[in-house]
């Protein structure tokens, strides 16, 4: 079956613009991770969702970050007024959400604040 | 709470055992383990959880010590495809549902042939 999947691959744009990344995750799971990878270090957590709701957003940097998930399925994260520190990859990851459980990861998207 | 991987780099030759380990300062609930190759998406190895359970692939062991908050990653035999970055990733709480992880900055396997 497929994955999960994330677009764009790539995005670049300029300091100050809104951006927003997708993630379709895996069919049928119902928690999804958002995640965000600079180089050379791990995954940071960011913010979790399970269904419809932000189960837990305590790893969002400030408020220009901004995610939702309104059918319960597709999620969007949505990065206002961008700054160049908010270059990285970012993650989705998802898992059948009824407990600990392996949590499968998109390709990221790639973004660079120019 | 970040947790703390060592060592961060080694280098094997194949066929060479290897043991990565993960500590936490805060008491655990489950542990993590993800191998990342360059450029590619995080792949699952597996989950060690409080109270001995396990789910994970059949080649891969791990260890999880409750009370030191520790867990160590075991690769014997190793094969040219373990190369990458592995990493930890821990959950201090649950709640009764998933949660976020919180990972170590990664160790980078290389295996040489």
């Known amino acids: 079956g497929a994955g999960v999947s994330q677009t764009p691959s790539n995005k670049v744009t300029e300091k100050g613009k809104y951006v927003e990344l997708r993630c379709d995750p895996i069919?049928?799971?119902?928690?999804l991770y958002w995640y965000r990878q600079s180089l050379g270090q791990g995954p940071e957590f960011l913010i979790y969702f399970q269904g419809t709701g932000a189960a837990d957003d305590s790893g969002l940097p400030n408020d220009r970050f901004f995610a939702v998930r309104p059918e319960g399925s597709v999620s969007t994260l949505k990065i206002q007024r961008t700054e160049r520190g908010d270059s990285a990859v970012y993650l989705c990851?998802?898992?059948?959400?009824?407990?600990?459980?392996?949590?499968?990861f998109g390709p990221g998207t790639r973004l660079t604040v120019l | 709470q970040q947790p703390v991987q060592s060592p961060q780099a080694v280098i094997l030759r194949e066929g060479e055992d290897a043991v990565i380990n993960c500590s936490s300062s805060?008491?655990?609930?489950?542990v993590h383990w993800y191998r990342q190759k360059h450029g590619e998406a995080p792949v699952f190895l597996m989950i060690l959880l409080k109270g001995g359970e396990q789910k994970g692939h059949e080649k891969i062991s791990a260890s999880f010590n409750e009370k030191k908050q520790q867990s160590s990653l075991y690769l014997t035999a190793s094969q040219l495809s373990y190369s990458g970055t592995y990493f930890c990733?821990?959950?201090?709480?649950?709640?009764?549902?998933?949660?976020?992880?919180?990972f170590g900055k990664g160790t980078h396997l290389i295996i040489q042939p």
């Open positions: 990733g821990t959950e201090m709480y649950s709640g009764g549902g998933a949660d976020g992880l919180t």
């Open positions: 990851a998802s898992s059948l959400g009824a407990g600990v459980d392996e949590q499968f």
């Open positions: 069919s049928g799971h119902t928690a």
């Open positions: 805060k008491a655990l609930y489950s």
